[in-house]
């Protein structure tokens, strides 16, 4: 569902972030990236939505490269595919649920989305959604009143309110504790698993990717130097891609 | 080294220091300002001030028209100050580094938003009142164009800072320009913004004295009015009420933005 071929990426003051890489993502599948800080993993990730341009390459996305989608075009694709932030990204002033509805923004003519009118529909599958990850009470809490893993948890909501076959996750837990970490990862899996939609993470934790993903991605300065399952990443691989002796990543990640 | 670096550190505060020294001492020089005889001045002018503007029994007789005036002028600022915060915002969201369309737009928004914030009020009001001659129109334009650079400027740096995240999102759910703008990066400014404008209504409201002096409008002109016949005693009494109007604005509004924020 996801071909990434040959993709490179120069940024605009000429320091290069990708070489060359490749990979494929079937659906369903759960897949993590993982590598060190600086390796291209974010910029992977934006380039698959476009919110960072690719300087060469092609990213097929159901059948469609996604760099020569034009303006409509690319607002079409990205409503299919969610995001999700280390940061969480959401409006902090609005409460839960209205964030969450801020899903369906790409399906709504400008006008109707400026103005934030949502179908009854729509308002009782955001309040499920919710439910879903565990935030039935929080629905009308502002978001500044979350804790760290309760944001991620509606940003989870929000991607999943888009109806997404895809969802793009950009260190989702980097920001939060090992607890929450772990609630959130569990929600992220089980959701997405259950609803059959493909997931990308991008992850810092070696031991969470290999206890989730269904496959791993290793990127280490813009390229790809692990493309496996989690059984065959060894500590041998493991030291290969952060480029540090096995018992140092066992620290480094505990 | 560290020692090194400490005595480098008082070493650079004395030469601060005699730096101010030297600097007060040549301007002070240059334009024959003597600090002896202005302090020594301080005392009588004290005294002066209390003997003759403080307020009499007279004044009282002036009372409803300093109030019609007072009203006049702070409805005035509120006016001019909320119709530039509009325009602040549209120029701010189509200039900001975060939200701006194209680079000629953020530019063009950056240099209108300086031009307007960096002429002070009172060369406004002394410009436009060649063209709109004396009246309350004047003033009102004069607090319209600085609130408007101020806020267009204030406004710019609150979008670059705290939309950046919220943008992004929106942008991958699919959301267009407008819709990021109405459901994103406005209600994330919000309660910042109306500070901002809180803050420039206070602001305006002292600065309308000021301009009401040059334009003859609002309870500026009353000021001069009364201070211009020689009756020190009613100008302290519109002294007075300007700085009670000034402080209830502040506490005011200090307590608008605790129920906002």
Redesign the interface.
Known sequence: MLQVKNVSKTYENGRKALYDISFDVSPGEFVSIIGPSGAGKSTIMRGINQLIPITSGEIVFDGQNVALASKAELRRIRRRIGMIFQHYNLVYRLTAVENVLHGRLGYKSTLSGVLGRYTEQEKEEAFLLLQKVGLEDFAYARCDQLSGGQKQRVGIARALMQHPSLILCDEPIASLDPQSSETVMTYLRDVTKQIGITCLVNLHQVEIAIAYSDRIIGVKEGRVVFDGAPGELTGERIAEIYHANPQAVGEETA | MSKDIFAKRSRSMLMILLLAIALYAVSSLIVNFKAGTALSSIPMACVWLVKNFLPSARAIKYLPYIFEKLVQTILMSVAATSTAAVFALLVAVLGSRATGINKPMKAFARIIASFFRNLPLVAWAMILLLSFKQNEFTGYLAIFFTSFGYLTRSFMETIDEAAG??I?????????Y???????VI??V??QLISWLLYMIENNVRDATLVGLLTGAGIGFLFDLFYKRFMYDVAGTVTLFIVAVVICLELLSNKIRRMIL
């Open positions: 995240g919220t992004e999102a929106l942008t991958a759910t699919g959301a267009s407008f819709q990021i703008i109405f459901q994103g209600p994330m919000s309660s």
